[in-house]
């Protein structure tokens, strides 16, 4: 599976930015959690937020709920990541990662997730 992460960039604080991250490689299967993490300079891989591929269900951080927004569509293999109100502490890498098998304690725990992409950079400016 190759993922694939799109749109990042440099926005204003307050502003909105909108990521996606294409699968390749199979068609996701209703078990798949997909998610998105983020990791400053310095700092820890922090998760952002994840959507049960079959229901939708969603989950996010602390730091970015009522703020971030996580959907998908299945018919494109794809997952997206609407953040708005953005801050200059969200600046950071953000990655999108797949998890076949979201079983167990700490199933939203970056380790549990088996395939990564590249990561787009979001910049903030206050």
């Known amino acids: 599976v190759q993922l694939q992460a799109s749109g990042g960039g440099s926005v204003q604080a307050g502003g909105s930015v909108r990521l996606s991250c294409a699968a390749s490689?199979?068609?996701?299967?209703?078990?798949?959690?997909m998610g998105w993490f983020r990791q400053a300079p310095g700092k820890e891989r922090e998760f952002v937020a994840a959507?049960?591929?079959?229901?939708?269900?969603?989950y996010y951080g602390d730091s970015v709920k009522g703020r971030f927004a996580i959907s998908r569509d299945k018919a494109e293999n794809t997952v997206y990541l609407q953040m708005n109100t953005l801050k200059p502490e969200d600046t950071a890498i953000y990655y999108c990662?797949?998890?076949?098998?979201?079983?167990?304690?700490?199933?939203?725990?970056?380790?549990?997730?088996?395939?990564w992409g590249l990561g787009t950079q979001v910049t903030v400016s206050s």
């Open positions: 959507i049960t591929w079959n229901v939708g269900s969603t």
């Open positions: 990662a797949l998890d076949t098998d979201p079983y167990g304690a700490n199933w939203l725990a970056p380790e549990k997730f088996d395939y």
């Open positions: 490689g199979r068609t996701l299967r209703r078990t798949d959690v």
